[in-house]
């Protein structure tokens, strides 16, 4: 069986039933109180944001994002 690229990079998965299904987990972020007017921010990423919210979130910035935020 050829290895796909997942595989080479050291992924992992786990056997759930008859499914092969991947090991992944987000990066860990240092926990922060962001504040009201993060969370207005954050919800604001949500509605109007999308793909900003998502990137953020998944490269586990979005928390130092919005404390960062509060002070601008």
């Given at each position: 069986?050829a290895n796909i690229?997942?595989e080479?990079?050291g992924?992992?998965?786990?056997?759930?039933?008859d499914?092969l299904?991947?090991c992944?987990?987000?990066p860990?972020?240092?926990?922060?109180?962001i504040g009201?007017?993060?969370?207005r921010?954050?919800d604001y990423l949500k509605?109007y944001?999308?793909v900003?919210?998502?990137?953020?979130?998944?490269?586990?910035?979005?928390?130092?994002?919005?404390?960062c935020?509060r002070?601008?």
């Amino acid at each position: 069986m050829a290895n796909i690229l997942f595989e080479e990079l050291g992924g992992k998965y786990e056997r759930k039933g008859d499914y092969l299904i991947p090991c992944i987990a987000l990066p860990a972020e240092e926990e922060q109180p962001i504040g009201t007017w993060g969370q207005r921010h954050l919800d604001y990423l949500k509605q109007y944001h999308k793909v900003t919210y998502t990137n953020l979130l998944t490269s586990g910035k979005l928390n130092a994002y919005l404390v960062c935020r509060r002070h601008r």
